[in-house]
Nanobody, 125 residues
Framework: QAQLVESGGGAAQPGGSLKLTCNVS????????MAWFRQAPGKEREGVAT????????LYSEALKGRFAISADNTKNTVYLEMNSLKPDDTAVYYC??????????????????WGQGTQVTVSS
């Protein structure tokens, strides 16, 4: 059974950093497209970053590119999201998600078939 468990969320100050972890079981990370999404209070869920760790390809939200970095450790079957220069607007619940491999990386949420429970990130001074 496919399962995604996020961890690493918490409180951070503006300008700080956090690293989220998505522990995967039931399938191999390298055989899927993995992504991080987030949902801020009162807003729709949005794509943050996605990775094809077999081919070492990534896709980022243009608004977050340069501050966030997605990576995967295929030997540990784990996906990470490193977040730097955090801003209060980054406050959200962050979700890990899995999509079946396709032709290209995407933030279309309908193709993501498995989701984690989410981890809260709060950025404030």
């Amino acid at each position: 059974q496919a399962q995604l468990v996020e961890s690493g969320g918490g409180a951070a100050q503006p300008g700080g950093s956090l690293k989220l972890t998505c522990n995967v079981s039931g399938f191999a990370v390298k055989e899927s497209y993995m992504a991080w999404f987030r949902q801020a209070p009162g807003k729709e869920r949005e794509g943050v970053a996605t990775i094809d760790s077999r081919r070492n390809r990534t896709l980022y939200s243009e608004a977050l590119k340069g501050r966030f970095a997605i990576s995967a450790d295929n030997t540990k079957n784990t996906v990470y999201l490193e977040m730097n220069s955090l801003k209060p607007d980054d406050t959200a619940v962050y979700y890990c998600a899995r999509a079946i491999r396709g032709m290209y990386l995407t933030f279309m949420q309908g193709v993501y078939t498995t989701w984690g429970q989410g981890t809260q990130v709060t950025v404030s001074s």
